[in-house]
């Protein structure tokens, strides 16, 4: 099976879409994280769930956890606050990691490769470097396992 058979339509942002929405979108669809499009359309990163929560944490909590038993619940209701006014661009980690990115005609097993060596829960799949779907983890694993 080719990555174009299994690329999924899927939630894209952009660098310069506001943070606050990206969340959004990640907390109401339950994804691991969306492709970042450069200005280009083309796949640039992709903004894990984890990263928008990390930057919501505060860095003293993130160096000792500990300290997170003594915020009271009120944080909980800044995290739009926090959020509000940033970019896409400003939650990606500074070190751009290698982008998890497939080609329209690759198998699934190079595919499963790509997703391994990255240890990412999603690869960007491209046809002439525009973005045309998303192979998550589970849909991988639908394709590559039998049905009982």
Same mark, same amino acid.
């Given at each position: ?5 299994m690329a999924?339509?899927?939630p ?11 969340? $959004?979108? =990640?907390?109401?669809?339950?994804? *691991?994280? +969306?492709? /970042? ?8 990163? %992709? ?13 003293y ?6 300290l ?20 896409? $661009?400003? =939650?990606?980690?500074?070190?751009? *990691?290698? +982008?998890? /990115?497939?080609?329209?005609?690759d198998?699934?097993?190079? %595919? ?25 983890a589970?849909?991988?694993l ?7």
């Amino acid at each position: 099976m080719r990555a174009r058979a299994m690329a999924e339509d899927y939630p894209a942002t952009s660098l310069d879409a506001d943070a606050l929405e990206a969340a $959004r979108l =990640l907390g109401e669809h339950r994804m *691991p994280g +969306l492709v /970042v499009t450069d200005e280009h359309g083309r796949p640039h990163s %992709v903004l894990g769930a984890s990263q928008v929560v990390r930057f919501l944490v505060p860095t003293y909590v993130q160096d000792d956890p500990a300290l997170a038993a003594v915020i009271d619940e009120r944080f909980a209701d800044k995290v739009a606050e926090k959020l509000s006014g940033h970019i896409v $661009r400003e =939650l990606l980690p500074r070190d751009r *990691p290698e +982008l998890a /990115v497939a080609e329209a005609d690759d198998t699934i097993i190079e %595919v499963a490769a790509i997703m391994a060596r990255m240890r990412c829960p999603l690869v960007a799949v491209v046809e002439n470097d525009q973005l045309i779907g998303v192979i998550t983890a589970s849909r991988l694993l639908e394709h590559a396992l039998p049905l009982p």
